[in-house]
Each structure stands twice: as C-alpha cells, then as structure tokens.
C-alpha cells in the first residue's frame, strides 16, 4: 500500500448495474435478495457519509474482547450448540490467532482439560462431556488442540481409538457416517461443478470446501473436475454484494467468505499441479477486494464480533470464518511466493491460515513435525484393500501439504 486508500468498489458509480434483475418474474427468492442488496446498499451510503476517505477499518479490539470473553463464558443463547462445545473452542481459538492475539498459557491448558472431557472412551471427540463421538467435533476439538500446539494439547488425543472410531464410521462405498448409525456427509461432485452431502442433491460450499480440502490430503485432487468446480465457486460471489453465497440462488452469508473462497487456493495449486500455465502469481481467482469489503463493511458488529449479513446477529462461528475468508482475501500464496492484497489500514492485515486445514500454517508444521515422528497406530480392523494406503500414504501427502502450504502458486 502506498498510503492513499485504494478506491472502494462499492462507491463506484456503476455499482449500482451488478443489482438483481429479476426480469418481471417476482419470487420469494426474488423479493428476499432485493431486500439484501436494499440493507447493504443503506450501509454503504451511511457509511459514505461518514467516510470522505474511505478507509474500512477491522475492529480488532471489539473482536478481541467479544473472542477472549466467549472462552470463559457464554450466553443462554449458545444453550443449543450444548453438542458443539469443541466447535465454540475452535472458533474462538482459531479467530484469536487470526487476529495474533496471544493465547495465556492457563487458558489453553484449560481448554485442553475441557476437550479431554469431550473425547470418547470409544475414540473420536464428542460434542460435549457424556456425549456419543461425533466426526463434526473431532475435527474441530483436534485442530484447536493443534491450534493451541503444546505436548500437552497433542498428548489428548488417543490416536490409537480415533481410528477404531473412524474405521466404524467408514461405509463400503467409501463415505463416512457423522457417527455410528448417522447420516453420510459429503460423497459426490455434481453436474453444477460443485460438491454435495449425497449424490442427487444441490452443490453446497460447505460440502464442497470440505470434500476438495479431503482429497488435497489425500493427493488425489485431479479425480474432481476442476474446471468445472472453478466454474461453479467462482459464480458464487455475488455481483452487488461482493461476499459468497453457499448455493445457487441463495443470498450472501459472511461464512461463505471462507468455504468458498478458501476454495480458490485449493483449486490454484490443483490446476499448477495440473501444468495449468495461465495461473496468476499475484492473485486467487475471485474478487478479492470485493470480499474484504464485503466483510469489513456489512459483516462487523461495532461492538465485536462478526455476522452473515447486515441485520443479523452476531455469533462465533461467522467470527471464525468471516476472519478466515478476510484472511484468504489478503494472503496470496505461501512462504516462498507471497503477495498481500489488505484493504484500508495496515492494521487490517490479519495472520494468514492454511488453506487446507484452516488454522494457521505454522501450527500445522508443528503438529505434523509432532505427530509424524510418532508410529501410525497398527489398527486390526482396517478394511484388506485400503489398509496399506492408509498406513504409509498420508504422512508423505500431508508432509507435501504443509511444507508446501500450499505451492498455491
Ligand atoms: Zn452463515
């Protein structure tokens, strides 16, 4: 940045051009949009108002306090995540890291107590303390134990039952149950480009970010079509708004910001494996100022904390991944080849994450220096066909994924 902000998108005057027509066919789903690109072009203008240099500015410290808060104590309103417990830890703990806010060594050791509490005497971490294991909460309880990177964040997870519990979750066809005898999340690519939760239905950016970071860790990423997931994200984001939408013909929401354009450095790496020679070196695929305008604008609760869209009410999981996605939009690239694109002040920038598992890359290489210098545990009850594969190749994939954070480039 040269000190003069960088006209925002959003006050041009053609702007106005990219809102829905709706061809004098009036839906539901019609009304709804309108109504959204009415609220944000109403904070667009307040905030012109106010702003003669426009400036979009992260509340840093709102959120910090809103995030250090949420660890001690939470609401009545969080009464129905009871078996999302692990998920609020992550969320906190990953935004906290995003925002470079240290983490008091009490407090983490607390909270690997608490997800010690979580984890299954069957394997697996549940959602809460008595609980059944659940995949959901185990990935979010081991990435904020890796997050938090200590011996003794690494040492709570029982590797040996984690994988008695995934092998009782895997299905013949190769999918996995959310628990024993739940439903299958995330098994197909459809005609859209996109991925869904089972084959027959709507592309989803949920399904789809998880589904893709799946098979980068297994290196076997070129079995999508590409193009036509590249297609189908970036038609995604929305021309007036500049955030993401999770499906097609849905309205924008802040944690799309990270499960569709956290799709982008995915596709990026995918298709230079590929030999795709028109790849740029400075930027991901999508509108990148766009988003960050998005979110600094329309996403932030001025008291702290982060929202889907103007009107709603703030929570921690749009904290988490309205910062990701805000991360994504100022990191291009990884270590060797890295461009940074931060829009307003400096003190926007946020710590970049990786792109595959989303917490920060340095924790990933710690926790893999960690864990690959431990035996994989010899489970017995591996199906014949896959056993091999699933002994010797991940920790040679995933080494690739994190020293290459992501050869985006
Ligand atoms: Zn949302």
New binding site residues.
């Given amino acids: 940045m040269d000190g003069v902000p960088a006209p925002l998108r959003c006050f041009n005057e053609r702007h106005s051009a990219e809102m829905f027509v709706d061809d004098g066919v009036e839906t539901v789903t019609s009304v709804e949009q309108k109504k959204v690109e009415q609220s944000i072009e109403e904070v667009v203008s307040v905030y012109k108002q106010i702003h003669s240099l426009p400036q979009p500015t992260l509340l840093r410290e709102q959120h910090y306090l809103y995030l250090k808060k949420g660890l001690r104590h939470l609401s009545d309103a969080y009464e129905c995540l009871d078996a999302s417990r692990p998920w609020l830890c992550f969320w906190i703990l990953h935004s906290l890291e995003l925002l470079e806010e240290h983490i008091p060594a009490v407090v983490a050791s607390e909270v690997c107590q608490f997800l010690a509490r979580c984890q299954s005497p069957t394997g697996g971490f549940a959602g809460g303390p008595g609980q059944h294991a659940h995949l959901a909460p185990t990935y979010a309880a081991v990435n904020a134990l890796c997050i938090i990177g200590t011996e003794e964040a690494y040492n709570v997870i029982d590797r040996e039952k984690l994988l008695d519990f995934l092998w009782s979750v895997k299905q013949p066809d190769g999918s996995f149950v959310m628990h024993v005898g739940g439903e299958v999340d995330v098994s197909c690519q459809n005609w859209e480009g996109g991925l869904s939760g089972v084959p027959g239905l709507e592309a989803h950016g949920g399904y789809t970010f998880c589904g893709t970071a799946a098979l980068v860790i297994l290196g076997k990423e070129h079995m999508l079509d590409l193009k036509a997931l590249l297609r189908w994200v970036i038609s995604r984001q929305m021309r007036f708004e500049g955030g993401f939408q999770?499906r097609c013909n849905k309205l924008v929401?802040?944690?799309?910001s990270f499960w569709q354009a956290g799709l982008l450095p995915l596709l990026h790496r995918a298709l230079f494996k590929e030999g795709e020679s028109e790849l740029s070196r400075q930027r991901w695929m999508f509108e990148q100022q766009a988003l960050q305008e998005y979110i600094l604008l329309c996403c932030q609760n001025p008291t702290g904390g982060l929202l889907?869209k103007p009107g709603k009410s703030r929570d921690f999981?749009?904290t988490c991944?309205c910062l990701s996605g805000l991360s994504i939009a100022q990191h291009f690239g990884n270590t060797d080849l890295h461009h940074e694109m931060i829009l307003g002040m400096e003190e926007n920038r946020l710590a970049p994450t990786h792109p595959v598992y989303n917490i920060c890359p340095e924790k990933v290489a710690r926790a893999l220096q960690f864990f690959l210098r431990l035996p994989v545990p010899g489970g017995s009850k591996q199906p014949e066909a896959s056993a091999e594969d699933r002994q010797s190749d991940p920790a040679a994939d995933n080494d690739a994924t994190a020293t290459g954070s992501a050869d985006q480039s």
């Fill in positions: 999770g929401d802040g944690c799309y889907d999981y749009h991944y």
